[in-house]
């Protein structure tokens, strides 16, 4: 079955970067588009961007543009997403999540567990 | 704030129907892009419920349908259960900002 395991979660002092990893299973790794999306305390859910695992191209939402990053190894089947810069506003749990491969703008229908990112002096 | 506009809250009692709306513009749901949506319980991680604007996923009960129409989409739940009780959030392409937008979310009380 598919699963999306994440790490573990992070406390970070403000200007640190984080990296998060994302192991899947369950599915042929380069074959879906990779999400990110994060969800700060009380807020929504907030698309980050995503990364293609099979040639590592990438799409970012313009609010992270220069402080994200996606990458990719595919031999271990993992994706990657590092923030930079951080902000006491990044605190939130950080989610990948894959797209139903095909053309188009397709659902997520697997997410990982969700890794909590604190922000903290 | 939100490019895709949700109610914050809805309610109702056990067995009755609730409908959460879902409104946008004409660079997201009003473009043709398609819209799905996501319940979402604390602690969990999101489910994918209804996708590609009124299909759901095996496994999702029949209660739930979903709607499209112009700029806006809905989500419809019939017969209330205490464990529908959860978030709920429409997700949709935005062609102006690239990327994929949420709507703010909706948080549905079972009464």
């Known amino acids: 079955q598919v699963q999306l395991v994440q790490s573990g979660v992070e406390v970070k002092k403000p200007g640190a970067s984080v990296k998060v990893s994302c192991k899947a299973s369950?599915?042929?790794?380069?074959?879906?588009?990779m999400h990110w999306v994060r969800q700060a305390p009380g807020q929504g859910l907030e698309w980050m961007g995503w990364?293609?695992?099979?040639?590592?191209?990438?799409n970012y939402a313009q609010k992270f543009q220069g402080r994200v990053t996606m990458t990719r190894d595919t031999s271990i089947s993992t994706a990657y997403m590092e923030l930079r810069r951080l902000r006491f506003d990044d605190t939130a749990v950080y989610y990948c999540?894959?797209?139903?491969?095909?053309?188009?703008?397709?659902?997520?229908?697997?997410w990982g567990q969700g890794t909590l990112v604190t922000v903290s002096s | 704030q939100s490019v895709l506009t949700q109610p914050p809250s809805v309610s109702g009692a056990p067995g009755q129907r609730v409908t959460i709306s879902c409104t946008g513009s004409?660079?997201?749901?009003?473009?043709?892009?398609?819209v799905h949506w996501y319940q979402h319980l604390p602690g969990t991680a999101p489910k994918l419920l209804i996708y590609?604007?009124?299909n759901r996923p095996s496994g999702v009960p029949d209660r739930f349908s979903g709607s499209k129409s112009g700029t806006s989409a809905s989500l419809a739940i019939t017969g209330l259960q205490a464990e529908d009780e959860a978030h709920y959030y429409c997700?949709?392409?935005?062609?102006?900002?690239?990327?994929?937008?949420f709507g703010g979310g909706t948080k549905l009380t079972v009464l």
């Open positions: 990364i293609n695992p099979n040639n590592g191209g990438t």
């Open positions: 997700q949709s392409y935005d062609t102006s900002l690239s990327g994929w937008v």
């Open positions: 004409s660079s997201n749901i009003g473009a043709g892009y398609d």
């Open positions: 590609v604007n009124i």
């Open positions: 369950g599915y042929t790794f380069p074959g879906n588009h």
């Open positions: 999540a894959r797209e139903v491969d095909g053309s188009g703008f397709k659902p997520f229908d697997y």
